[in-house]
């Protein structure tokens, strides 16, 4: 019989909090089918370097997507190619704007102007339509904060599946 000790807990509970943290961004999923229609979320986990609030979300969308909307986020002003910047209105609806309702081709969508504390976290959510072609997707992120400070989440996977200092979020695209 294996006895724990509360100092065994404590001891690993303070290395987890001990080590720095790493303020990826990262998708909620890793697959998805090809040609399809899916639901994407960018976890933003925490700020910045210094423990500063998150005030703009940049992705960029990779080459072969060839829709991606974006959903508002109150509190948040939201610009993506070939449209007007929109501030989220009611319950985080875009406000009206005339006929701007065509998808996003690949390009920069962005929230900005809001804030999101360092120890709180949040999602960002883009719907979009996967290339036909299998392959892995990569979506840099630019993650800018209160004084300046940015982290770029920007780095494609290393052919030789090594580790990256900045990993870029990454969807894998499966066969149908």
């Known amino acids: 019989m294996t006895m724990r000790t509360p100092l065994a807990g404590a ?7 001990a080590t720095p943290a ?6 909620d999923k890793g697959e998805a089918p090809a040609a399809a229609y899916v639901r994407l979320a960018f ?9 500063a609030a998150t005030t703009a979300i940049r992705v960029l969308i990779p080459e072969g997507v060839t829709v991606a909307r974006p959903m508002p986020h109150p509190g948040w002003t939201l610009s993506r190619p070939g449209a007007a ?25 962005a929230w900005t102007g809001g804030r999101l504390e360092d120890g709180l ?16 997707l990569a979506f840099p992120v630019v993650q800018e904060c209160e004084g300046g400070k940015v ?13 990256v200092a900045n990993p870029a979020p990454v969807l894998r695209v499966v066969a149908r």
């Open 85 to 109: 910047p929109q501030a989220a209105g009611h319950h985080g609806h875009a406000a009206a704007s005339g006929h701007d309702h065509a998808p996003s081709p690949a390009g920069e969508i």
């Open 43 to 51: 976890q933003v986990g925490h700020g910045c370097p210094g423990q």
């Open 11 to 17: 001891t690993a509970l303070a290395l987890l909090l």
């Open 151 to 163: 982290s770029r989440w920007i780095e494609p996977p290393a052919p030789d599946g090594a580790r």
């Open 121 to 136: 976290y949040d999602e960002f959510v883009l719907q979009i339509r996967t290339p036909e072609t299998q392959g892995a």
């Open 22 to 27: 790493g303020a990826h961004v990262v998708l």
